[in-house]
């Protein structure tokens, strides 16, 4: 198909996520490598958001390629309730791999059905109900997690599952750069612990929290907060589920998000990074306290894919790969890199009130005045960041424009000039909102 036949067909007989079909402008993708897609008229983009967080690796890896060929000769589905070779291996590389005591997974199709088992989980193995998360976060589109997640998509799904509490995270939509972090934590924690005594902490289950913000923001933890929430809520026995279905498997230069504060939570979500996207695979662990619940008291969930063979074996795959071609590490490096160009468009570009990242995982925003008001509010949009959009995409950039941002989360694989070459394309494009800042 050439790319009009392609995009036609889709949006005719299929359905697109968060929008409306008339609404849509798909890219007609044909082809990927690397950190490259193609589309089926010779059109080439640089994919500087891994698609949705997830293609860790990049694309097209030969060994998970023939993992996957591999794998599917010898056995690709059986009932959850059997033993395979593939869910043996994963599960044992695993407990090697994520750090403390969370040796023990429950497999599932993506994220969001990680998330739903976690509430189960948690419900479960304390016999309290109520979950609190935060407003600035996103868990999922199935109907717990909608309720789970904070952000605006979560309203056009209500009303939903009961017992989720809402809180402010440590940072609110705008704040002062200069603020100091320690403090942000210390007011933040503060208020935290009034709302649990005000829900009553006996019946809090969980508290689940996006480990490093994602499409909310990259909001990366003050400094003291991840270890100052793991203290508070051990002082009421409420669980700590860190959701690092977009944070975890290297994204932030460790292979864990919250290794960073050196802490470990209760529960660990994970998907995306967990096959790079290659097929559909989440998991759930949880401690050894947990599993040790569950080996005598029914865990009530189950999913026809749970632990299905071809998934499992692409993630034994794909994790060999980023752990073996040491692509965490050079998330790790190259972290500098980003955060120097950031630096310099900011400081070239008036519209850009500043970037952040942790590893490569980033975030620029795009301001409309020298006060650092944003170009449009929470939840709102802007002409020109759809211009912006259209503008990297016409010369060979694919990233993720949301209201008055735009992402920076390359493949791990990238390399320093491949990450410097997608910084000159944002550079040359920067115009366009430049255009309209205000003074």
Not at 12 to 21: I, L, N, V
Request: hydrophobic share 40%; aromatic share 10%; proline share 5%.
């Amino acid at each position: 198909m050439n790319s009009q036949e392609m995009i036609d067909l889709c949006k005719k007989h299929t359905m697109y996520t968060w929008t409306a079909g008339d609404n849509v402008s798909p890219m007609p993708i044909s082809s990927a490598k690397g950190i490259w897609l193609y589309g089926p008229d010779g059109q080439k983009w640089l994919d500087f958001n891994s698609q949705l967080m997830s293609v860790n690796i990049g694309h097209s890896h030969p060994k998970v390629i023939q993992a996957i060929k591999d794998q599917a000769d010898t056995l690709i589905y059986t009932i959850p309730a059997s033993a395979t070779e593939a869910r043996a291996k994963l599960g044992q590389r695993l407990a090697e791999l994520v750090p403390g005591d969370l040796n023990t997974f429950f497999f599932t199709l993506g994220g969001a059905e990680a998330n739903e088992n976690a509430i189960k989980a948690a419900r479960l193995y304390t016999g309290k109900f109520k979950i609190l998360s935060r407003y600035r976060s996103y868990h999922g589109a199935t109907n717990a997690c909608m309720q789970l997640t904070g952000d605006p998509r979560r309203t056009h799904n209500e009303p939903g599952a009961p017992g989720f509490v809402k809180v402010m995270g440590p940072y609110p939509y705008t704040w002062d750069w200069a603020e100091d972090e320690e403090e942000i934590t210390r007011r933040n924690l503060t208020y935290l612990e009034e709302v649990i005594q005000y829900e009553n902490p006996d019946t809090i289950a969980a508290m689940f929290i996006e480990t490093v913000v994602g499409t909310n923001g990259i909001l990366i933890p003050p400094k003291g907060y991840l270890q100052g929430l793991r203290a508070l809520l051990d002082k009421y026995g409420i669980l700590l589920v860190c959701d690092e279905v977009m944070a975890g498997w290297g994204r932030t230069g460790k292979l864990f998000a919250f290794e960073h504060a050196g802490i470990v939570p209760d529960i660990l979500t994970m998907a995306k990074g967990l096959t790079s996207s290659y097929v559909p695979l989440g998991a759930m662990a949880v401690s050894d306290k947990i599993a040790e619940h569950f080996r005598t008291n029914v865990f009530w969930g189950g999913l026809t894919y749970n632990a299905h063979a071809l998934a499992c074996g692409t993630a034994l795959a794909a994790i060999n790969v980023l752990v073996e071609e040491n692509l965490v590490d050079n998330a790790a490096r190259l972290e500098s890199v980003m955060r120097s160009e950031m630096d310099r468009l900011a400081e070239k570009h008036p519209s850009v009130r500043g970037g952040r990242c942790i590893g490569l995982f980033g975030m620029i925003d795009i301001q409309k005045n020298s006060k650092g008001d944003p170009i449009c509010g929470y939840n709102e949009t802007h002409p020109a960041m759809k211009a912006l959009s259209k503008e990297f995409l016409d010369n060979g950039l694919f990233t993720f424009v949301r209201w008055g941002s735009f992402m920076c989360n390359p493949p791990l694989s990238i390399t320093e000039e491949e990450l410097l070459q997608a910084f000159a394309i944002i550079d040359a494009a920067l115009h366009v909102t430049d255009a309209v800042f205000e003074g």
